[in-house]
């Protein structure tokens, strides 16, 4: 699908000797390791795929929340139900931290906002999945927050400086999201009746493919990749990130005592990794197009929370402005 703009975003690079003194100097910071501040100089388009970038972030922890909303209200216990608020309200202050970063390179919030609720903006294809019972709470710890967390730890050193230390402290709260969801997994393999086994075993089935389709297209479908890893806002491709996360995973799947629903699936002692089948990437770009099971659901839900809490914002605002005036009256 993006196969042409690879080839243009690829082509886009220029070398030192091509770039005019300001972009050359730009590069060079970035090359010794200097974070970019908001003040600093930087291309237009740095700018640009920064805000593409972490808006969409910031709309995937919002809309993030949405799956897990759903089970609150019936968590098994009620530690269950603690653990899995804490876990929301850590993605909503994720959210904010992104939007926040996002505002210092200029970009308004509403109207970054309004892009998500409009259908112009993305936001993580793995959030269009619905969340049908109590173990895909566990799938969704362990293996988006896993995924969400094998993305994140790298961005803690883009080049960036405002979304490398939002994501500092963002990756120290998903350890504890991703710890959590493969607890409750554990559990249920451990002390659960065998159809809460099968529930285990079926939530990791459905939710696995989406997982590793949250890590972008291949590299050689990814238009944004070359142009994003020469500014050192990505530090490693979607491919090796994907990798990185079977990797480490597929041990944690042995322990659970499950399989992925991937027969390619095996360790290749040569290669140091493990082989794994083909993705189906035409399921990955309808749900971008929209066409996910529940892209629909998802933003209607978040523009009728905007609305519904048009209230709250009105309040707040006057009561800051009450706030000033009687600050500069006294
Ligand atoms: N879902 C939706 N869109 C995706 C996607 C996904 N899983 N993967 C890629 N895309 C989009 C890209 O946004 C891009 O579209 P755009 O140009 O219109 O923005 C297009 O597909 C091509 O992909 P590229 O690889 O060229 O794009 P990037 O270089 O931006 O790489 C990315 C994609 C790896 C997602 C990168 O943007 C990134 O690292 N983003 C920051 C991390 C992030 O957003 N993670 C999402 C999960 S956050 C989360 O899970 C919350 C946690 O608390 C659970």
């Known amino acids: 699908m993006y196969a042409q703009q690879v080839e243009t975003g690829t082509k886009a690079i220029k070398s030192l000797a091509e770039m005019g003194p300001e ?27 920064l805000i593409r970038q972490i808006s969409q972030h910031a709309h ?38 992104l939007y926040s970063a996002m505002e210092t390179l200029g970009a308004d ?9 409009s259908g112009r903006a993305k936001y993580s294809s793995i959030f269009n999945y619905p969340t049908l019972n109590w173990a895909d709470m ?22 960036y400086g405002p979304y490398s230390r939002a994501m500092i402290r963002v990756c120290k709260e998903e350890s504890f999201h991703q710890r959590q969801g493969y607890e409750i997994l554990l559990h249920m393999m451990r002390h659960g009746t065998q159809a809460q086994k099968d529930m285990v075993q079926d939530a990791i089935n459905r939710l696995w493919w989406p997982s590793l389709m949250m890590f972008g297209p291949s590299d050689a479908e990814s238009p944004n990749s070359a142009q994003s890893m020469a500014w050192k806002i990505k530090r490693h491709t979607n491919d090796e990130l ?28 040569e290669r140091g ?8 990437w035409e399921e990955f770009y309808e749900v971008l197009k929209g066409n996910g099971p529940c892209n629909r659901e998802r933003l209607e839900t978040r523009r009728n929370a905007i609305q519904d809490g048009a209230w709250v914002r009105e309040a707040a605002v006057a009561h800051a402005n009450k706030k000033q005036k009687q600050q500069a009256a006294a």
């Not at 609150?72 to 909503?92: F, N």
């Not at 919030?109 to 609720?117: A, G, N, P, V, Y």
């Not at 659970?256 to 290749?268: H, I, S």
Request: glycine fraction near 6%; aromatic fraction near 8%; proline fraction near 6%.
């Open 23 to 49: 972009e050359r100097a730009f590069q060079e910071k970035i090359d010794a390791e200097i974070k970019i501040e908001p003040k600093n100089w930087m291309p237009d388009n740095y700018r640009k795929t």
């Open 138 to 159: 566990g799938a969704v710890g362990w293996l988006v927050d896993g995924a969400a967390i094998v993305n994140q730890v790298p961005l803690q050193r883009t080049s």
């Open 273 to 280: 990794h493990y082989d794994f089948g083909e993705i189906q």
């Open 60 to 97: 995937s922890e919002i809309v993030g929340m949405l799956p897990e909303g759903n089970w609150v209200t019936r968590a098994p216990t009620l530690k269950r139900k603690l653990q899995l608020m804490a876990k929301i309200q850590d993605e909503a202050g994720h959210g904010l931290y």
């Open 242 to 269: 994907r990798q990185r996360f079977i990797d480490q995973t597929i041990p944690q799947l042995e322990l659970l005592g499950c399989t992925v629903p991937d027969p390619d699936l095996k360790w290749n002692e």
């Open 109 to 117: 919030r509403d109207e970054e906002i309004e892009k998500l609720h």
